[in-house]
């Protein structure tokens, strides 16, 4: 039997970080309890080699693993993303865990190997491959959940995480199962070529890819499948809820997009309406209930649900032209984009306060303005931009969404529709956050001492989510190019 002819430069990155995966793993061993945080800025030098490496890909467009694993302009976006995440949420993670009673070096070595399977996600081109990368992301996050292990709250949240996740898994590999059964191939270009045909239009088929789907909708929490998130994102460490709404959330979009625009294109038919009921179900629920929370992560949980849904619009625009099947594509990475700078700012803020008040009820934020403006500031420009208005990143995520319905016709405008209603909605609880921040008299409190990694974040995340609102071509190109991708 031949094996598959496998180029190491395309893998680089990847082997470069699982290196770094086993080498935290085995230092940790030999550091004493008081040098445990040195495991986060090996973890973080691991992150910048394999973005070095990544950097030496550019401009490929190349396969190995026999065409099961592939290196384009879409990959290669997405694995700097990722890999800027990851970096991102080392920052968020390192004062929370050294000032906690945190197992650092198992942590940073779970967090690594859930970006390892984050990275794996764009390139992959194969179902069994596909479901190795979504469950390597899922598992640690399952005992990070549950990383605060002296608090009922964290091992519910890990408990109900891994119960959805498991039963999620089960049911996308069931669907996984009947596709290989049906077309004798796990390549997704194979795939879709037999799917194509008379044997794409079986009911067989047709339960297959609503299995698939639906073991994705839990992965990226969206109504019906939505209702581990709130508790579990509540009750896990902050880092890790951080990490649950940005990177998990983003690997299981970038999945779906795989999938559903590679492997089952021809089929869009069929499940481009499935992704509009999905779709705004999804984004009415999560901005609904997101108006009743009075505290911070619960109401970042049910934010995290409504963008779900936003994220799921592009998706119920395929089947039109090759033209308008690139814009829908486009629109989808575009928002993943801007939603995780807008999100890991908001949450290096919770993690900030968390500091003073462990509770993070709203009303916790009262008066923030007068004990440190700078942050008050940076959360107001969070907020702003996740209710998508202009001159913030945030708009144009939506705008991108808006225009693809638009141009896509049919039943695009009345789903553009349902966005801008739910985009009013929103305003509601996101402004009432600004409200405590600015117009509410807090209690006389001292002045916030902000960390520098923290600070950082912050500054950065703001500073970002505004120059790409005034200069959006900067980022929003990047996704057009990456629609290469597509067959």
């Known amino acids: 039997m031949q094996q598959p002819s496998i180029d190491l430069h395309l893998i680089l990155p990847e082997v470069i970080l699982s290196v770094t995966i086993l080498v935290v793993l085995v230092v940790d061993l030999f550091l004493r309890e008081q040098r445990k945080f040195l495991a986060m800025p090996l973890s973080a030098v691991g992150v910048l080699a394999s973005f070095i490496a990544l950097l030496t890909l550019i401009g490929t467009d190349a396969t190995t693993f026999d065409g099961a694993y592939v290196v384009d302009p879409f990959a290669l976006l997405f694995k700097g993303f990722f890999l800027a995440v990851a970096f991102v949420v080392l920052l968020l993670s390192y004062g929370y865990l050294r000032d906690g009673d945190f197992y650092q070096g198992e942590y940073y070595f779970l967090l690594l190997m859930a970006f390892l399977g984050c990275m794996l996600m764009p390139s992959v081109r194969d179902l069994l491959m596909l479901f190795i990368a979504i469950e390597l992301v899922s598992v640690p996050g399952f005992l990070m959940a549950a990383f605060k292990k002296k608090d009922a709250r964290s091992n519910e949240a890990g408990l109900k995480f891994f119960v959805i996740g498991v039963l999620s898994s089960t049911i996308m590999l069931y669907g996984m199962s009947l596709i290989y059964g049906l077309t004798g191939s796990l390549n997704l270009e194979t795939i879709a070529q037999k799917l194509g045909g008379p044997a794409g239009q079986q009911p067989l088929a047709l339960a297959a890819i609503l299995f698939v789907v639906g073991g994705f909708a839990f992965k990226v929490s969206a109504v019906p499948f939505h209702f581990w998130a709130p508790d579990t994102y509540e009750g896990s460490p902050v880092p890790v809820a951080a990490f649950l709404s940005v990177a998990s959330k983003a690997a299981g979009f970038v999945g779906l997009l795989v999938l559903m625009f590679v492997g089952f294109i021809h089929q869009a038919s069929f499940w481009a309406p499935i992704f509009a009921v999905l779709s705004v179900a999804t984004m009415t629920l999560g901005n609904l209930v997101a108006l009743k929370q009075t505290q911070i992560v619960r109401l970042l949980a049910y934010s995290s649900v409504a963008q779900a849904g936003y994220m799921l619009l592009p998706f119920a625009l395929a089947g039109g032209t090759p033209e308008q099947n690139a814009t829908a594509f486009a629109a989808a990475a575009t928002y993943i984009l801007i939603y995780a700078i807008m999100n890991l700012g908001a949450f290096a803020v919770v993690i900030l306060m968390s500091r003073e008040q462990p509770g993070a009820f709203l009303t916790d934020y009262a008066g923030l303005i007068k004990r440190a403006p700078a942050i008050a500031v940076s959360m107001t420009i969070f907020m702003v931009s996740?209710?998508?208005?202009?001159?913030?990143?945030?708009?144009?995520?939506?705008?991108?969404?808006?225009?693809?319905?638009?141009?896509?016709?049919?039943?695009?405008?009345?789903?553009?529709?349902?966005?801008?209603?739910?985009?009013?909605?929103?305003?509601?609880?996101?402004?009432?956050?600004?409200?405590?921040?600015?117009?509410?008299?807090?209690?006389?409190?001292?002045?916030?001492?902000?960390?520098?990694?923290?600070?950082?974040?912050?500054?950065?995340?703001?500073?970002?989510?505004?120059?790409?609102?005034?200069?959006?071509?900067?980022?929003?190109?990047?996704?057009?190019?990456?629609?290469?991708?597509?067959?």
Do not use: C
């Not at 117009?439 to 120059?467: D, K, Y």
């Open 386 to 487: 996740l209710a998508g208005i202009p001159p913030t990143a945030g708009f144009w995520a939506k705008f991108a969404v808006f225009f693809a319905a638009i141009q896509r016709g049919g039943m695009g405008p009345w789903l553009a529709g349902f966005m801008v209603v739910n985009s009013v909605i929103s305003v509601g609880y996101y402004f009432a956050v600004v409200k405590q921040m600015i117009f509410v008299e807090g209690e006389v409190r001292h002045r916030i001492r902000v960390p520098v990694l923290l600070g950082a974040v912050v500054a950065a995340s703001a500073v970002l989510i505004l120059v790409l609102g005034i200069l959006p071509a900067v980022l929003t190109g990047l996704p057009q190019d990456a629609t290469l991708a597509l067959p």
